[in-house]
């Protein structure tokens, strides 16, 4: 990824107007980006969207996705950035497994349905919105777990497998979006230890949490400086690459 000494971010997230895109815009980290979005002002209109706001957006439900795209392709304006802030560890039917004894096919193939098909439904019905000409960009949100080459600990079966699928989906995806559309860019990011729901079960003394307002700037400083050579890649919080 190629640094940049710039400190607006905004400006670096899109040159013209259009709007930003939020997926699970009601969880910690999406209504943090939310906001921060907003606050920026770079862009006409920020689309939040989770199963709690209006119209309802249920990622194991492509009925709901379908009309959140034709929402956005109804309101004439360009999509240049879309972050997806979904995903599940535990609870909503899913378990971060200790051992094999552990893992539940109801629950695995939960933690699949809304940590890697939701997503590629999202890419299915999003990606084809993003402009032909001019930077966009389509991020979601996977997790260092997902790399297989780092997996020292094991554990957490399905969140690994479903987030490493992600990993898998994005690339696939950013194969193809760079075809049709070549300054488009296609990545996951992985966020940290936030202070969320999705991660308080799990935060031990000696990791560096952060809360998701200061999680976001890092997100937003990372997206800034993506360039399309990047696509397809798996990044931290500081815009290094994950290995797969």
């Known amino acids: 990824m190629h640094e940049t000494n710039s400190t607006d971010h905004a400006a670096d997230l899109d040159a013209s107007p259009g709007a930003a895109i939020v997926f699970g815009a009601s969880?910690?980290?999406?209504?943090?980006?939310?906001?921060?979005?907003?606050a920026q002002g770079s862009f006409?209109?920020?689309?939040?969207?989770?199963?709690?706001?209006s119209p309802g957006l249920d990622l194991t439900d492509e009925t709901t996705i379908a009309t959140a795209a034709r929402q956005v392709r109804d309101s004439g304006l360009t999509p240049r950035l879309m972050i997806d802030a979904t995903g599940?560890?535990?609870?909503?039917?899913?378990?971060?497994?200790?051992?094999?004894?552990?893992?539940?096919?109801?629950?695995?193939?939960?933690?699949?349905?809304?940590?890697?098909?939701?997503?590629?439904l999202l890419i299915k019905h999003f990606l084809p919105l993003m402009p032909m000409h001019g930077r966009s960009v389509f991020v979601t949100l996977s997790a260092r777990v997902g790399s297989i080459g780092d997996n020292r600990l094991g554990g957490w079966y399905s969140y690994r497998a479903s987030k490493a699928a992600l990993n898998q989906i994005v690339r696939t995806?950013?194969?193809?979006?760079?075809?049709?559309?070549?300054?488009?860019?296609?990545?996951?990011?992985?966020?940290?230890?936030?202070?969320?729901?999705l991660s308080s079960p799990?935060?031990?003394?000696?990791?560096?949490?952060?809360?998701p307002a200061v999680a976001t700037?890092?997100?937003l400083s990372v997206i800034g400086r993506l360039q399309p050579s990047d696509s397809g890649g798996l990044f931290d919080q500081h815009g290094e690459a994950i290995p797969w």
Not at 27 to 38: F, N, P, Y
Not at 173 to 196: F, M, N, Q, S, Y
């Open 202 to 211: 799990f935060q031990k003394s000696g990791l560096q949490v952060r809360a």
């Open 88 to 120: 599940v560890l535990q609870g909503d039917g899913c378990i971060a497994e200790k051992s094999w004894n552990q893992i539940d096919m109801a629950g695995m193939l939960r933690a699949f349905a809304i940590n890697a098909v939701g997503p590629a």
């Open 44 to 53: 006409t209109r920020v689309f939040r969207f989770s199963r709690s706001n």
């Open 173 to 197: 995806a950013a194969v193809e979006l760079r075809r049709k559309r070549p300054e488009a860019i296609c990545v996951a990011l992985h966020p940290g230890t936030v202070d969320t729901a």
């Open 27 to 38: 969880g910690g980290i999406g209504m943090a980006l939310s906001e921060a979005l907003d």
């Open 217 to 219: 700037q890092e997100l």
